[in-house]
């Protein structure tokens, strides 16, 4: 079993930046895909973006994909989410995931993931 565990997010104001780190431990971390999602306040949660388990291929939601960028650090067992831009539409809890099947690419649907992390607060001030 993956545990994840989430840092980075705070308080900016619109146009700032905030890196989200996301640290993997328990199970290999390197031949799984990964992703972020986040959820707001009375909303569903949504995909943001994913990354494949080689770090090859990723998918971005259309509204961030100018302004984030994934990446993955297998020696550190790291995922980051670079947020840059940010707008107060971004704000909500942000959750990383792990993709239940190894060797997979980029994975949009929550459904295939099998492990989330508790979420780290990002809160865009206008």
């Known amino acids: 079993q993956v545990q994840l565990l989430e840092s980075g997010g705070g308080l900016v104001e619109a146009g700032g930046s905030l890196t989200l780190s996301c640290a993997a431990s328990?199970?290999?971390?390197?031949?799984?895909?990964m992703g972020w999602f986040r959820q707001a306040p009375g909303k569903e949660r949504e995909f943001v973006a994913a990354?494949?388990?080689?770090?090859?291929?990723?998918l971005y939601r259309d509204p961030v994909k100018d302004r984030f960028t994934i990446s993955r650090d297998n020696a550190k067992n790291t995922l980051y989410l670079q947020m840059n831009s940010l707008k107060p539409e971004d704000t909500a809890v942000y959750y990383c995931?792990?993709?239940?099947?190894?060797?997979?690419?980029?994975?949009?649907?929550?459904?295939?993931?099998?492990?989330w992390g508790q979420g780290t607060q990002v809160t865009v001030s206008s």
């Open positions: 990354i494949s388990w080689s770090g090859a291929t990723t």
């Open positions: 328990g199970r290999a971390f390197s031949p799984h895909a």
């Open positions: 995931g792990a993709v239940r099947r190894p060797y997979t690419g980029a994975q949009t649907m929550d459904f295939q993931y099998d492990a």
